[in-house]
């Protein structure tokens, strides 16, 4: 599974506050930190799958 970032910036129809900015700033920094970890569990459990069907086939 790769978690990727579609991209939606629609403009959105009015001003945000500043507290507004920032909660939504929160918010984008954990997804980012959300998506690095699933992204890096699935590559340590393709490696994991990887190794193990090497070491089977030896």
């Known amino acids: ?3 990727i970032d579609h991209g939606h910036d629609d403009p959105i129809p009015f ?3 500043e507290s507004d900015r920032a909660i939504a700033d929160q918010c984008k920094h ?3 930190e ?3 970890y ?3 569990r699935d590559r340590l459990q393709q490696r994991r ?5 090497q070491g089977g086939a030896a």
């Open 38 to 40: 699933l992204n890096t």
């Open 1 to 3: 599974m790769n978690i």
């Open 34 to 36: 959300q998506r690095y």
């Open 49 to 53: 799958r990887d190794e193990h069907k």
């Open 30 to 32: 954990a997804i980012a």
């Open 15 to 17: 001003e945000l506050s």
